[in-house]
C-alpha cells in the first residue's frame, strides 16, 4: 500500500487490518496477522506509529527443524523527503539513526512492515529454549532419538596444550 503524502489528513490516516496490505512480504510464506498503523504528517516528515504481528518460518539454528515464529514488533517511525542528489552533503546526527526517507510524496507501507519484522526477527533462532541440536558425530536430531555415540575424541590439534597445562600444574 503506496500513501501519497500529501494526501494524508490533518488528523491522521488511519490503517488496521491485515487486508489493508495484501501481499506486502517478499517472501510468501511470510504471513500478516495483525496490522494496526496511524500515518501521520509532522510538517514535511511522516510518522508512523502501531503494531504489526507477523507469522515468519524459521529454521532452527540447533537441529535444523522447520518452525513458526511470531512477531510483533511495535512500529515507531519517521520519514524526512530524500535529500536532493548533488547539493552540499548532509551530515546526519545520532537522532537521525531513527530516521528514514521517502521518494516523490510516496511512503509504501509494505515495505516499512517487511523492514519491522526483519529486524525484529531473533538473530539464532531455536525451535525451543531447551533444543538439544544434533549429534555432532551421526547428525541425528537429539531432540527426538537419543543418540549412542559415543563422546567426540578431543581434538589432537590441542594435545600440546594439554601437555602443558600438565607440566605446568605438576611439582
Request: charged letters at 30%; proline letters at 9%.
Amino acid at each position: 500500500m503506496v500513501i501519497r503524502v500529501s494526501e494524508i489528513p490533518d488528523d491522521g490516516l488511519s490503517v488496521e487490518g491485515a487486508d489493508k496490505l495484501p501481499e506486502p512480504f517478499h517472501d510468501r510464506s511470510w504471513r500478516l496477522e495483525e496490522l494496526a498503523l496511524l500515518v501521520e504528517r509532522d510538517d514535511r516528515d511522516v510518522v508512523v506509529r502501531g503494531r504489526i504481528a507477523v507469522s515468519v518460518p524459521q529454521v532452527c539454528g540447533r537441529c535444523l527443524e522447520r518452525f513458526p515464529t511470531r512477531v510483533a514488533p511495535a512500529v515507531d517511525a519517521r520519514f524526512s523527503p530524500r535529500p536532493e542528489r548533488g547539493k552540499e552533503p548532509i551530515e546526519l546526527g545520532s537522532d537521525d539513526l531513527e530516521l528514514d526517507f521517502y521518494t516523490d510524496d510516496s511512503l509504501d507501507l509494505a515495505q516499512l512492515a517487511e523492514t519491522e519484522t526483519t529486524l525484529a526477527l531473533p538473530m539464532k533462532p531455536l525451535c525451543r529454549t531447551d533444543c538439544r541440536g544434533l549429534c555432532p558425530t551421526c547428525g541425528g536430531n537429539r531432540n527426538v532419538v537419543e543418540c549412542a555415540c559415543a563422546g567426540r575424541a578431543p581434538d589432537p590439534r590441542f594435545a600440546v596444550l594439554k601437555d602443558l597445562a600438565g607440566r605446568l600444574s605438576g611439582p
